[in-house]
């Protein structure tokens, strides 16, 4: 095993990384979640099925890969929603969760996370999201004390932290309206949000 992870070092396993990531995105969105087989991925990409169980482990581990790329993706395109709403802070939180929740339930990987039989995917958006969790917290508190110097980062990470656990349960419990879904977030976490900035 610690001679298939020296093949890759650096920069070259980086790239092998990314090619594993992309081809298991196009496999999955041809084929279905559920029917994706590790297999056709080590095939895709022109590795052995035992090089990338070396590098990923396992396919909820592959699968796991992608939803946090997939994740950072979103999060790095939120800023620019919440950058559209300049100082409106509930129309930046409903906003936000407008556009995650369209994308989530728009994207055939996340309705097989949330639907599908396998408890290994679901725990990746229920008890396993800790990551995801953690990813865009963080980066909803770098971009509101990045606009807003001088905010108290603790006070707007707890806002942030409540934000995406609340869109997170929006998006594994489908029973509201988009629209609906984000004015309760805006209501729950705007006022404290905007006490927070308003002692800058």
């Not at 590790?38 to 095939?43: E, L, P, Q």
């Not at 482990?57 to 950058?83: E, F, H, M, Q, W």
Request: overall charge negative; charged content about 25%.
């Amino acid at each position: 095993m610690t001679q298939r992870r020296q093949r890759f070092p650096g920069v070259a396993r980086r790239l092998l990384h990314e090619a594993i990531l992309d081809a298991t995105e196009t496999l999955g969105g041809q084929a279905g979640w559920d029917a994706l087989r590790m297999a056709d991925v080590a095939t895709a990409v022109g590795i052995s099925r035992q090089t990338l169980y070396t590098e990923f482990g396992s396919k909820p581990a592959l699968v796991r890969a992608v939803v946090l790329d997939r994740a950072n993706r979103l999060t790095a395109s939120l800023t620019g929603v919440l950058a559209a709403a300049d100082s409106d802070v509930h129309g930046a939180i409903r906003a936000a969760v407008r556009f995650l929740l369209d994308a989530a339930r728009a994207d055939p990987l996340v309705k097989c996370l949330v639907s599908g039989p396998d408890g290994d995917l679901l725990a990746l958006v229920t008890t396993g999201s800790a990551p995801i969790i953690d990813g865009t917290t963080r980066a909803l508190t770098d971009y509101v004390t990045e606009v807003r110097p001088g905010t108290d980062a603790r006070r707007v990470a707890v806002a942030a932290d409540a934000f995406t656990r609340l869109v997170i349960s929006h998006v594994v419990l489908p029973d509201r309206e988009i629209d609906d879904a984000a004015d309760d977030v805006a209501d729950v976490i705007g006022p404290y949000l905007m006490e927070v900035l308003s002692a800058t």
